[in-house]
């Protein structure tokens, strides 16, 4: 047993059931489960596993070293990764045969060089920027990364496999932006056919835009939030929406259990006094393990039957709670900061709505530290 008095439970079935609910929502397409940032917090080689049982044809990432540990894991499948800074190692992303966006004139001259340095054939997925206002460069200078792409496919030393961009508001209620950044999309790969390159590849959506934006589908769609069961749309729809299952629970054991009177100060400046005679419970988690210090005084949790809150500040590695006057509660019991919700618990996204944030951060934050449990491996 793990001596970390805190765990997070992953459910792998719910994973796999929500690969397959993307697959059925996007027949035309190939799902990309996006397993940036550690699988979202999750765990990158246990979530890979599972969304490529469950027929995830693509694997996709931020950093070169995440696609690294999915090839050193035995994945055949395609692997993107978009992020690198100027001298990473692409010649090691090339031997492992892991595509490669290119978003800026010196992101090209590198993947040249380590196509040449190889002796491979760079796959290349060119990065238009059509609304983001992040990585690729919008029309027209993007013309002139893709002339200079084209020049380089002449040459052998890259294949452009792929066309794609990404959307930057198809989670609002008015998704019209949605539109103006397909029109551009459209315009980019014309412009990339125009100048003779066969685009095997478009890809636009994320999971808010596959759900609600089938036109954003084309031919690869690359869901993150929804592979792990998360409403990527909570402006759109009410949880729980989109037949999606949570994958993550976040357990602590209670480690203290202590009667308290009235007027008791609580944690680090006392922002918390007891209002009457009370129970408080300790959990050995906090911010160090991912528990937003905005979440003191407001984190709900939940202890039994009880939906309780944070009591005071949030410290590094433990929190204390209000367990509530006369709580019948015992130490070594279950606090439940979030789960599926389907036994009443708190959600990823209960937890978003305290602190003020979005359901991607609760989950992605939660610290490496804490030892994960595989469900239904
Ligand atoms: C994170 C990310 C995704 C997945 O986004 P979700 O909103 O989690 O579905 C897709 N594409 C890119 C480029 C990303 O960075």
Known sequence: MSNFPARILVDLAAVRANVHRLRRGAPGAEVMAVVKADAYGHGLLPVARAAVQAGAGWLGVAQLNEALRLRADGHTVPILAWLYGPGAALDQALQADIDLSVGAHWALAEVLAAARQTGRTARVHLKVDTGMGRSGLPLPAWQDLLTEALRAQASGAINIVGVWSHLARADELDRSSVQDQIELFDEAVRHAEAGGADIELRH????????????????????????????????????????????????????????????????????????????????????????????????????????????GRVCMDQTVLDLGPGADLTEGQIAVLFGSGAGGEPTAQDWADAVGTINYEIVARIGPRIPKTYLNE
């Not at 918390?272 to 979440?295: E, F, K, N």
């Open 204 to 311: 636009l959506a994320n999971s808010a835009g596959m759900l609600l934006e089938p036109q954003t589908h084309y031919d690869l769609v690359r869901p993150g939030l929804a592979v792990y069961g998360l409403n990527p749309a909570p402006e759109v729809r009410d949880d729980p929406a989109f037949d999606l299952v949570p994958a993550m629970r976040v357990e602590a054991d209670v480690l203290l259990v202590k009667d308290v009177p009235a007027g008791y100060g609580v944690s680090y400046a006392h922002t918390y006094t007891t209002p009457s005679q009370t129970v408080l419970g300790v959990i050995g988690m906090g911010y160090a393990d991912g528990v937003p210090r905005h979440a003191s005084n407001t984190g709900p949790v939940q202890v039994g039957r009880r939906r309780v809150q944070i009591a």
